[in-house]
């Protein structure tokens, strides 16, 4: 591997930030570099003809993924080998590419979902290698879907490798709910197979790879809550190292204020805990903020171990609405009382969509609600 590729990860694409459309990330300088990559290794290579093929009439009306599958699909159309001939050339234009690109650069294993589905071994190795500085856990499930024994015996092999990237693509690409890829129905249904490539990565040394089997978890948690406390409680007894990892493949859990979880990491019922000095914006404005503040007491002794949260329930179309959870404050308390303030903003995201109309918050600790209040979003 290349110097500029070592030590690169990938973080999921929900937490991308860009100026603009994550879309726009396929910008005419890195196509520009890619294009100039594949001339050096294929010195007869169309780049001009090949970048006017990528900015067609048809561009600018694609989304982020629809605009991968163009890039590597037109990869398809420039390069005139076989298919272990074409992977061969990418694979060093891929090492020759800025690691800074790290998710632009998934072209490379989208190319093998499209072109190498029919050549196992090829796309096996190639997978591997394209997932170090970038990351193969899209493509690798349409392997799963085709091929579920064969691929989940190389995931288990993957899981040992001396490789985090590697190791993380075991875990990861058999995510069964992976955030902006195709869901893996069966693993939703049975989730075992899944469950043999975290109980290989439960303990590895790589937090990049011990972040991924929580994800994992916490997609399991979401079908199988049962299954999930059995096995939290299972890894927490043989090992406390632990707590991090099992603690947030429970974090679904948490949220839904599971007494069962919650207890396990120390959160007891607040019977000696009142709520008062509520105080909150009675009206906000689409596009501003929403205040809010109070004081947790306690009757006796400390506050002690506390998990605070608020949830919003938000309007939605035809008289719906859907509630959200996110987390204020947690720890072990030592004072009597705590004063809190938050806010939320209502300025509009691309991933959520705000309605008029009466919303709720909910003050909530240690799974439990304390406090419940209307307010308009006008």
């Given at each position: ?320 609405s859907s509630k959200k959870v996110f987390k204020i404050s947690e720890g072990d308390f030592l004072e009597k009382k705590k004063v809190l303030k938050k806010s939320y903003s209502f300025k509009a995201i691309s991933t959520r969509k705000y309605y008029l109309g009466e919303h709720k918050l909910f003050i909530i600790v240690n799974g439990e609600v304390l406090h419940e209040v209307g307010f308009e979003l006008i």
């Amino acid at each position: 591997m290349s110097n500029s590729l070592k030590g690169t990860s990938i973080k999921p694409l929900s937490e991308y930030r860009v100026r603009g459309s994550l879309k726009d990330l396929y910008s005419p300088s890195y196509i520009s570099l890619l294009a100039s990559c594949l001339q050096e290794v294929q010195k007869n290579f169309p780049t001009q003809e090949f970048t006017e093929a990528i900015f067609n009439k048809e561009w600018k009306r694609k989304e982020l993924k629809q605009r991968m599958r163009h890039i590597s699909c037109t990869l398809g159309l420039f390069l005139n080998g076989t298919y272990p001939q074409n992977i061969s050339v990418l694979e060093e234009v891929f090492f020759k590419m800025n690691s800074a690109y790290a998710l632009e650069n998934m072209i490379f294993q989208d190319y093998v979902e499209v072109y190498g589905l029919d050549d196992f071994t090829t796309s096996m190795k190639a997978l591997a290698s394209f997932t170090q500085g970038s990351s193969s856990e899209f493509a690798i499930r349409q392997f799963i879907l085709r091929y579920e024994k064969k691929t989940m015996e190389q995931m288990r092999m993957w899981a040992l490798s001396s490789n985090e990237h590697i190791r993380r693509l075991a875990s990861e690409g058999c995510r069964p709910r992976l955030p902006w890829a195709i869901a893996l129905q069966g693993y939703k249904a049975d989730p075992s197979e899944v469950l043999s490539v975290l109980e290989l990565l439960k303990d590895d040394e790589a937090l990049y790879v011990r972040k991924s089997v929580a994800n994992a978890l916490n997609d399991i948690s979401k079908d199988h809550p049962e299954l999930v406390r059995t096995l939290a409680k299972k890894w927490l007894r043989a090992n406390k190292n632990r707590h991090w990892l099992v603690k947030h493949g429970c974090r679904t859990l948490l949220k839904q204020g599971d007494k069962e979880v919650l207890s396990l990491f120390g959160f007891k019922p607040v019977n000696k805990l009142e709520l008062n000095a509520f105080n909150c914006s009675k009206q906000v404005n689409k596009g501003e903020t929403f205040f809010f503040e109070f004081t947790l007491n306690s009757l006796e002794g400390h506050l002690g171990k506390l998990r605070i949260e608020y949830a919003l329930e938000f309007v939605r179309l035809r008289g719906k609405s859907s509630k959200k959870v996110f987390k204020i404050s947690e720890g072990d308390f030592l004072e009597k009382k705590k004063v809190l303030k938050k806010s939320y903003s209502f300025k509009a995201i691309s991933t959520r969509k705000y309605y008029l109309g009466e919303h709720k918050l909910f003050i909530i600790v240690n799974g439990e609600v304390l406090h419940e209040v209307g307010f308009e979003l006008i």
